[in-house]
């Protein structure tokens, strides 16, 4: 699944926010699963959704061993157990966790994002600053997403599809 653009929503009383019909419509239970999980984003005033199917493929590509080294342990027992899975409800609401809420210190007034494999939610505010401050920077940016997109494909060779 894809995501992009940005749409400014507000999380009621009840913690639930709806998920934009933008995005919801082009969701597919075979292909994406039924739910999404909420997970702890970065920065840490964000939250990330993931496809219930994506990030349980992305989960299953971390090398598991016996006995992980000190890193890998460390961001494990930190990520996953804040990591919830959640299912939009009739209206396209889901619930998100009162606990991650705030924790990631979130408001009422957010964006949603769409961030190519995941939707972020930040404050509306933040999404404000950023988006002025990284506008600047933009040429900067591109150019090495364009540096590590092609030292990427030099290792793993083109994309499917591409000649």
């Given amino acids: 699944m894809f995501f992009a653009?940005?749409?400014?929503?507000?999380i009621d009383p009840k913690n639930r926010l709806a998920l934009p019909a933008k995005f919801r419509r082009n969701l597919d239970e075979e292909r994406d699963g039924r739910g999404f999980y909420?997970?702890?984003?970065?920065?840490?005033?964000?939250?990330?959704?993931?496809?219930?199917?994506?990030?349980?493929?992305?989960?299953?590509?971390?090398?598991?061993?016996?006995?992980?080294?000190?890193?890998?342990?460390?961001?494990?027992?930190?990520?996953?157990p804040w990591a919830e899975w959640v299912e939009p409800d009739g209206q396209?609401?889901?619930?998100?966790p009162e606990?991650?809420?705030r924790r990631a210190k979130l408001g009422r007034e957010v964006v949603i994002c769409g961030v190519r494999d995941h939707l972020e939610i930040r404050p509306r505010n933040q999404f404000e600053e950023d988006a002025?401050?990284?506008?600047?920077?933009?040429?900067e940016y591109q150019?090495?997403?364009?540096?590590?997109?092609?030292?990427?494909?030099r290792q793993t060779g083109p994309s499917a599809g591409e000649t």
């Fill in 5 to 10: 653009g940005h749409y400014e929503h507000s």
């Fill in 38 to 80: 909420v997970v702890p984003g970065r920065p840490p005033t964000t939250l990330w959704l993931y496809t219930e199917r994506h990030f349980e493929r992305l989960a299953g590509q971390a090398d598991s061993e016996l006995i992980p080294d000190d890193d890998q342990l460390r961001f494990e027992q930190v990520f996953f």
């Fill in 92 to 96: 396209g609401r889901i619930l998100l």
């Fill in 99 to 101: 606990k991650m809420l």
């Fill in 132 to 139: 002025e401050a990284n506008w600047k920077n933009y040429r």
């Fill in 143 to 153: 150019l090495k997403a364009r540096s590590a997109y092609k030292q990427s494909e």
